[in-house]
């Protein structure tokens, strides 16, 4: 019995979806699968059936271009009502979301608490010195724009930032309550801290990476391992005695195809003795 993660499955592009198709089952495991599946939702329920019959357990959290509404989406449904619907989507199908109870593991490593959690971000992941007005002007004066200002709608809360202050304060709640049942695995798509969401190419890309208001949730509740994404670049770092795993796929030229998916789920539980 093991814990597997991964992120960024990107659907939307050929390569992706054919090794997702050929991902041998796994009965007796449990996978995270920390957002941006896919920006459509035929696609994205379609993947989480298949995902949820080959693993024991799936927990999943939402990326950004799951959030995304496109102007030719059929479903029209934005922001919040999107993500409730996702959720929902989850729920029928037995997959665990940010909104559910968290699960305790119960394999090797064990006790653990594996939380999803959902933050969004605040354009905080930024110099002191640049206005959170400004951030997003900042970005674009290096060539940069996500496409996050045109597709994530924030509906009903009034901007991003307000959802995600939002989803910060529930999260927070949650996690107290759940550190008095064991240490946690928590899986967010976007990084938590500042200093791990450095993309060396586009360095501004960075506002929309994550919040300040989570760069002490690794120490402040009893964290034992944090599983992220939305970067593209997978690594593993050390912070205060905490394992994070960024646990990308990515686009096609970002992996390599010709291996399938198997070699990029990354084993969270039991913790292999070197990073894979």
């Known amino acids: 019995m093991k814990l597997y993660a ?6 939307m592009r050929q390569a992706n979806r054919a090794a997702l198709l050929n991902l041998a089952p796994h009965p007796r495991d449990w996978l995270i699968v920390a957002g941006d599946v896919s920006e459509s939702i035929e696609q994205f329920t379609a993947a989480m059936t298949l995902l949820a019959e080959r693993f024991a357990r799936v927990i999943w ?3 950004n271009h799951d959030l995304w509404t496109l102007p030719n989406d059929p479903t029209g449904l934005r922001g919040l009502a999107r993500y409730n ?4 989507i989850c729920r029928e199908l037995g997959v665990s979301t940010p909104d559910d109870p968290y699960l305790q593991w119960d394999g090797p490593g064990a006790p653990a608490v594996v939380a999803p959690i959902f933050t969004l971000y605040d354009y905080s992941f930024r110099p002191d010195e640049v206005a959170e007005e400004t951030a997003v002007a900042w970005a674009q004066a290096s060539g940069v724009l996500c496409v996050d200002e045109l597709a994530l709608h924030p509906d009903p809360f009034p901007s991003r930032a307000v959802w995600c202050t939002v989803r ?10 759940a550190a008095a049942h064991g240490p946690l695995i928590l899986a967010n798509h976007y990084p938590l801290r500042r200093d791990m969401a450095h993309l060396r190419r586009i360095p501004r890309f960075s506002i929309w990476c994550g919040t300040r208001r989570t760069e002490d949730w690794h120490t402040r509740f009893p964290v034992t391992a944090v599983v992220y994404g939305h970067l593209h670049i997978r690594r593993s770092h050390q912070r205060d005695g905490v394992q994070f795993d960024e646990v990308s796929l990515g686009y096609p030229g970002q992996w390599q195809p010709a291996r399938g998916i198997e070699p990029y789920l990354r084993q969270i539980l039991p913790r292999p003795s070197a990073p894979a």
Not at 6 to 11: K, N
Not at 85 to 88: I, N, P
Request: charge should be neutral.
């Open 6 to 11: 991964i992120s960024d499955l990107h659907l």
């Open 61 to 63: 959290t939402p990326g």
């Open 85 to 88: 619907r996702l959720v929902a």
């Open 168 to 177: 910060c304060r529930y999260t927070e709640k949650r996690l107290e309550e």
